[in-house]
């Protein structure tokens, strides 16, 4: 087994100067895989009840990687003229290195490897993909590009604005990079295993607080995004025989740890210049969000993840 980049005493990769690439050459990743849904609207919709600023930051840290824990329609309203739908097509390697369409693409080909052969065939369902811009409809009801990326439950579906890693760099102060992006991806992918494994339906998502069900699921969902990002280096594409990624960097580590931390509660607060306040917490905590991605990262293991189980967060 590969050993994983080393850890500062923070917990967060050392880092080193050069990116290395991602997909492994060589790689080619079929197409159909992600729905493309464009809306006649221009992108940031307005959202309902005259908030803007301040107001979105908060409406996105509610809505942000929620994972269907709300409605975003309930918060956005929502709409958008109806556009041209297709599907994201096959793509190399190369490709997916350098393109957010065809990366989404082939990170979900390696998600859906993964899964299929960590999970039982009882629990190894696919979930959609929909990538739009402006607005969506979805059986969690109208969202806006403005509500992040969410996992919808009722459709099982993930559905993200690829723009919103601009605005995670822009708003919330995050690096970027591939696997900022993928850890996304994963975390998002990591809500449909809750949901088809019955974790959706026994914890208490509408509640908040450090320590609720609530933060709970989507630090375990970071979990799963850690397993993957774990053995992705590792894992074969069944149809190619090559393997997905090449073995990650610290450097490609620290900027998926840097997103984690973007999307903490408490850095959001900060960023929005509110006071902290861990009893309204949803996801948890910067720190929270990277040592749980770490645990995946490095221990790989379905228990490791549990953390309704973990006595503390």
């Not at 390697?93 to 979900?108: G, P």
Request: proline letters at 4%.
């Amino acid at each position: 087994m590969r050993t994983p980049p080393p850890l500062d005493a923070r917990g967060a990769a050392t880092t080193t100067n050069v990116l290395v690439v991602t997909f492994q050459e060589g790689g080619s990743f079929g197409g159909g895989r992600v729905q493309s849904r464009r809306s006649g609207a221009g992108r940031g919709m307005a959202i309902g009840g005259g908030v803007g600023g301040l107001g979105l930051l908060v409406i996105l840290a509610i809505t942000l990687l929620s994972g269907g824990n709300v409605d975003p329609g309930a918060l956005l309203g929502g709409g958008g003229e109806p556009g041209n739908d297709s599907t994201i097509g096959a793509c190399t390697a190369e490709q997916a290195n350098t393109d957010r369409a065809c990366r989404l693409s082939a990170t979900l080909d390696s998600l859906d490897t993964y899964w299929s052969s960590t999970m039982s065939d009882a629990s190894a369902t696919i979930p959609e993909a929909v990538e739009f811009t402006s607005a969506v409809s979805t059986a969690c009801g109208q969202a806006s590009s403005a509500s992040g990326p969410f996992y919808c439950p009722g459709d099982q579906t993930i559905y993200l604005d690829l723009g919103f890693f601009d605005e995670l760099t822009s708003r919330f102060g995050a690096e970027g990079g591939p696997l900022a992006e993928m850890y996304v991806y994963a975390h998002e992918y990591g809500h449909h295993i809750q949901n088809v494994t019955g974790v959706f339906g026994q914890a208490d998502r509408g509640g908040s607080g450090a320590e609720s069900d609530s933060v709970r699921v989507e630090l375990q969902a970071d979990c799963y995004a850690g397993m993957w990002a774990g053995n992705a280096a590792t894992t074969k594409d069944p149809d190619t025989g090559v393997t997905y990624l090449e073995p990650i960097s610290a450097a490609e580590l620290a900027q998926a740890l840097d997103a984690a931390a973007a999307v903490g509660d408490d850095h959001i607060q900060e960023q929005s210049g509110t006071n902290v306040n861990p009893d309204s917490w949803t996801h948890g905590s910067s720190e929270q969000r990277q040592r749980w991605f770490t645990t995946g990262y490095e221990q790989r293991d379905l228990a490791a993840c549990d953390t309704f189980a973990a006595r503390t967060l």
